[in-house]
């Protein structure tokens, strides 16, 4: 079996399990027990958990909170807003436009690791939004809109798909004659870069007109491991370029320090910074919400003139009309 699917099969996604990896604490227990909330993560990601701190950044993204509860700013069905959904034209629900050229086309709700911080929550995390995401669908959509030039594939996780599945999807999508680029958003290269198999760089590989691009999150310079740095290197190696969309998450990686480090450390197993998020009022993620000009500081502060120029990213606020620089 190959090492991936061993991955999901033992998901980290109970007390019992979690408490290999880490001594947890009365929190992060009574969270776990009392929250009906989806929750869980691969061996590998748990094994960079710190054992004996709650701080530790990735126990903060990976283990449910008792703050999710408190809700002062999330919008309810925040992403019927966010992903035009209600209004306007009617699409498929896997297609969310805020664009005129580009589209985001969600085909599937499941994840390798199901961040505590995720803007699609409602969606991946606690399915209160009943949503289809259907493949087909989607591809129909795309070929009878002829202005749409830039696809971005995403979840939910679209790596998590077999290599077949993929290998189609990218077939299909190249197939039609206005599509000029294909994008992926997936997590899978921070949280199971053993995913880029054999088989799965065939399926990306080769010259082709349309390229690929992929854009992974990793929020903190803890979540890059030589594994990650292997896993981009053979995504570039099939000619795929590899960019990061990093969440601000207040004490993540809200500092100077860790913020300089984050994008300096990206740059050193090849990836690209592009977005930094400012986190979306979406429900429950009230607690890793920092101040909007949080961003702009950081910016100024660890970044620009810090370093250099490839390891700036671009820090937006998302809407449903766009993100906004
Ligand atoms: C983010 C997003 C895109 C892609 O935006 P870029 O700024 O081009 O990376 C496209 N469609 C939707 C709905 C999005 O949320
Ligand atoms: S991998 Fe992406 S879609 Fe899945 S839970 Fe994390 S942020 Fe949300």
Same mark, same amino acid.
């Given at each position: 079996?190959?090492?991936?699917?061993?991955?999901?099969?033992?998901?980290?996604?109970?007390?019992?399990?979690?408490?290999?990896?880490?001594?947890?604490?009365?929190?992060?227990?009574?969270?776990?027990?009392?929250?009906?909330?989806?929750?869980?993560?691969?061996?590998?990601?748990?094994?960079?958990?710190?054992?004996?701190?709650?701080?530790?950044?990735?126990?903060?993204?990976?283990?449910?909170?008792?703050?999710?509860?408190?809700?002062?700013?999330?919008?309810?069905?925040?992403?019927?807003?966010?992903?035009?959904?209600?209004?306007?034209?009617?699409?498929?629900?896997?297609?969310?436009?805020?664009?005129?050229?580009?589209?985001?086309?969600?085909?599937?709700?499941?994840?390798?690791?199901?961040?505590?911080?995720?803007?699609?929550?409602?969606?991946?995390?606690?399915?209160?939004?009943?949503?289809?995401?259907?493949?087909?669908?989607?591809?129909?959509? @795309? *070929?009878?809109?002829?202005?749409?030039?830039?696809?971005?594939?995403? #979840?939910? &996780?679209? $790596?998590?798909?077999?290599?077949? /599945?993929?290998?189609?999807?990218?077939?299909?999508?190249?197939?039609?004659?206005?599509?000029?680029?294909?994008?992926?958003?997936?997590?899978?290269?921070?949280?199971?870069?053993?995913?880029?198999?054999?088989?799965?760089?065939?399926?990306?590989?080769?010259?082709?007109?349309?390229?690929?691009?992929?854009?992974?999150?990793?929020?903190?310079?803890?979540?890059?491991?030589?594994?990650?740095?292997?896993?981009?290197?053979?995504?570039?190696?099939?000619?795929?370029?590899?960019?990061?969309?990093?969440?601000?998450?207040?004490?993540?990686?809200?500092?100077?320090?860790?913020?300089?480090?984050?994008?300096?450390?990206?740059?050193?197993?090849? @990836? *690209?910074?592009?977005?930094?998020?400012?986190?979306?009022?979406?429900? #429950?993620? &009230?607690? $890793?919400?920092?101040?909007?000009? /949080?961003?702009?500081?950081?910016?100024?502060?660890?970044?620009?003139?810090?370093?250099?120029?490839?390891?700036?990213?671009?820090?937006?606020?998302?809407?449903?009309?766009?993100?906004?620089?």
């Amino acid at each position: 079996m190959e090492e991936w699917i061993e991955q999901l099969q033992n998901s980290v996604n109970t007390l019992d399990k979690l408490k290999e990896f880490i001594n947890v604490s009365p929190e992060e227990e009574k969270a776990i027990t009392t929250l009906h909330t989806k929750w869980g993560t691969t061996p590998y990601f748990a094994s960079l958990m710190d054992p004996d701190d709650p701080n530790c950044p990735v126990r903060k993204q990976v283990i449910p909170s008792m703050k999710e509860k408190e809700n002062r700013y999330g919008m309810h069905d925040y992403l019927l807003w966010k992903e035009n959904r209600r209004n306007g034209e009617v699409r498929p629900d896997s297609i969310a436009r805020q664009y005129y050229d580009r589209i985001a086309f969600t085909v599937t709700d499941t994840c390798a690791n199901y961040c505590r911080h995720c803007f699609r929550k409602e969606i991946v995390v606690d399915h209160d939004l009943k949503l289809r995401f259907d493949v087909e669908e989607g591809l129909q959509w @795309i *070929r009878e809109h002829k202005e749409i030039r830039d696809v971005l594939i995403t #979840g939910g &996780d679209p $790596f998590l798909f077999s290599d077949d /599945k993929i290998e189609y999807i990218i077939k299909k999508l190249r197939e039609i004659p206005h599509v000029e680029m294909i994008r992926f958003g997936t997590r899978i290269p921070i949280v199971l870069p053993h995913r880029i198999t054999t088989g799965l760089k065939k399926a990306l590989s080769g010259f082709h007109r349309i390229p690929i691009w992929v854009n992974t999150q990793c929020n903190h310079p803890k979540e890059i491991t030589e594994k990650t740095a292997r896993a981009v290197h053979d995504l570039l190696s099939c000619g795929v370029n590899v960019g990061n969309q990093a969440v601000l998450l207040k004490g993540i990686n809200d500092d100077v320090e860790t913020f300089r480090n984050l994008h300096q450390k990206l740059l050193t197993i090849r @990836i *690209r910074p592009y977005y930094v998020f400012c986190c979306e009022p979406a429900p #429950g993620i &009230d607690h $890793f919400r920092t101040p909007l000009e /949080k961003g702009a500081e950081l910016i100024r502060d660890a970044l620009r003139g810090h370093t250099t120029g490839l390891a700036q990213p671009i820090y937006v606020i998302a809407t449903n009309i766009g993100k906004f620089g």
